[in-house]
């Protein structure tokens, strides 16, 4: 199946710094990235979704100046947390899809996740 | 819009016992479903898939789910609950091919000895 990776797997910094968590498509071209946060015990909210070469788009109340996301090419897309404060703090998941049309196109494959810890 | 219901945050069986997480889904169009697993500080893994075509879907691990439109259900099971079941389990669903997935609130399994 199609492998998505995570880097780096488990982050910790100091507030207001800020932290790039880096997420690859490994054997397969993404046409679309989504971005998703989980507080523990919870379920997976999406922040944003992004398209190779356009800008992200956030989902409802996620501070796009604060989560900076970048899809440069169809293998790689970054997520910067800027000016990082312990409340965001979290597990941080992307998720890859093939380009569209055909069944492969429904499945989402996701990354192993980024621990993320703001002291 | 769609949603996704999960009935109970927290399942718990005997080794070799059935296992049956509920699912029931909210959707304007005809549906994709998914089941999805965690293990702890992991990403998810894809149990199962429905589309199109047959409403029983097989997945790994010996799990499998029905689809049942009149009931938009989507609930998993699995004769019998192994140890290394034990993981938290999400459904999920979209609209179309190019829409994100919606998760549900996610179930947690426990499996007892």
């Known amino acids: 199946g199609a492998v998505v990776s995570q880097h780096p797997s488990r982050v910790i910094c100091k507030s207001g710094t800020s932290v790039k968590i880096e997420c690859r498509s490994l054997d397969f071209q993404a046409t679309t990235m989504f971005w998703y946060r989980q507080f523990p015990k919870q379920s997976l909210m999406l922040m944003a979704t992004?398209?190779?070469?356009?800008?992200?788009?956030?989902e409802q109340g996620v501070e796009k100046d604060k989560f900076l996301i970048n899809h440069a090419s169809l293998t790689l897309s970054t997520l910067t947390v800027t000016s990082a404060h312990p409340e965001d703090s979290s597990f941080y998941i992307c998720?890859?899809?093939?380009?569209?049309?055909?069944?492969?196109?429904?499945?989402?494959?996701f990354g192993p996740g980024t621990r993320l810890t703001v002291t | 819009a769609q949603s996704v219901t999960q009935l109970g945050s927290h399942v718990s069986v005997s080794e070799g016992a059935l296992v049956l997480l509920r699912c029931n889904y909210s959707?304007?169009?005809?549906?994709?479903l998914f089941w999805y697993v965690q293990y702890p500080n992991q990403g998810l893994q894809l149990l199962l898939k429905?589309?199109?075509?047959?409403?029983l879907v097989k997945g790994i691990n010996g799990f499998e789910a029905e689809f049942k439109k009149s009931e938009t259900s989507f609930h998993l099971t699995k004769p019998s609950a192994h140890m290394s079941d034990a993981a938290e389990y999400f459904c999920a669903v979209r609209s179309s091919g190019n829409t994100p997935l919606v998760f549900g609130k996610g179930t947690r399994l426990s499996v007892i000895a």
């Open positions: 429905y589309t199109t075509g047959a409403t």
């Open positions: 959707s304007s169009v005809p549906p994709y």
């Open positions: 998720s890859a899809k093939i380009g569209a049309g055909g069944p492969s196109s429904y499945e989402q494959y």
């Open positions: 992004s398209n190779e070469g356009s800008k992200a788009t956030y």
